[in-house]
């Protein structure tokens, strides 16, 4: 099955700079790359996702970048600001219908903003 | 339009009692996806659901936990006896299709005492 890999488990930035979320994946047929924002006490939120025909997407501070040949991705939040506090998940699918179409989760990265 | 919800939000139950746990996806949602996320670890697929059948039912624990969906619109998500490693938030998530966008429950919060 699909093992989701997710570092860092905690990341402290500044407030103003950018993070990077990184998580790589094992199963090739994998094709479908979400991620998620938890705030405390809240339900999981997508906040972008991207699927193997392209290699990178961008919304506005947020931005993922797919390298298939290597099977990693990852999560770009540039001009960080106090409210993008949270955990972030990664997770992939294949998303084909195959039976795998359940989400695989990475562990989750705690991101901390410091005024 | 509404979206997932799920219910009860909290429940505290005996070791070796039953609980039920309930989610409404959001309508014309075919799938429907359970997940669990333990003590602060990573969240873990449980099945998922395409109208009323079992499409994949892989990440389920053990034979304590029955999932149904009858009639292909709310499920429930048994675990009976309820063991103390049972406790977490239980997630439910729906999707219009295969490979987009899965909208999540908040949660409901099972701990076994």
């Known amino acids: 099955g699909e093992n989701v890999e997710q570092h860092p488990s905690t990341l402290s930035v500044q407030e103003g700079d950018s993070a990077v979320i990184k998580c790589t994946y094992s199963d090739s047929a994998s094709n479908y790359f979400p991620w998620y924002k938890q705030e405390l006490g809240k339900r999981p939120q997508l906040i972008i996702d991207?699927?193997?025909?392209?290699g990178e997407k961008k919304d506005q501070r947020i931005a993922v970048t797919l390298n298939k040949t290597a099977k990693h991705f990852s999560l770009h939040i540039t001009e960080t600001q106090p409210e993008d506090s949270a955990v972030y998940f990664c997770?992939?699918?294949?998303?084909?219908?195959?039976?795998?179409?359940?989400?695989?989760f990475g562990k989750g990265t705690h991101l901390i903003i410091q005024p | 339009e509404a979206g997932v919800t799920q219910f009860p939000s909290h429940s505290v139950i005996e070791k070796g009692q039953t609980v039920t746990l309930r989610c409404d996806p959001i309508s014309g949602h075919d799938n429907l996806y359970w997940y669990r996320r333990v003590m602060g670890k990573e969240i873990k697929f449980l099945l998922h659901?395409?109208?009323?059948?079992?499409?994949?039912e892989s990440g389920m624990p053990n034979n304590r936990f029955l999932a149904e969906r009858t009639g292909g619109t709310y499920s429930t998500l048994k675990v009976q006896p309820a063991e103390l490693e049972d406790s977490g938030v239980y997630f439910c998530a729906s999707s219009r299709a295969l490979g987009t966008e899965a909208f999540f429950g908040q949660g409901t919060r099972l701990t076994v005492v």
């Open positions: 991207i699927r193997s025909n392209v």
């Open positions: 997770a992939a699918s294949s998303g084909s219908g195959g039976g795998a179409d359940g989400l695989t």
């Open positions: 659901f395409v109208k009323e059948s079992k499409q994949d």
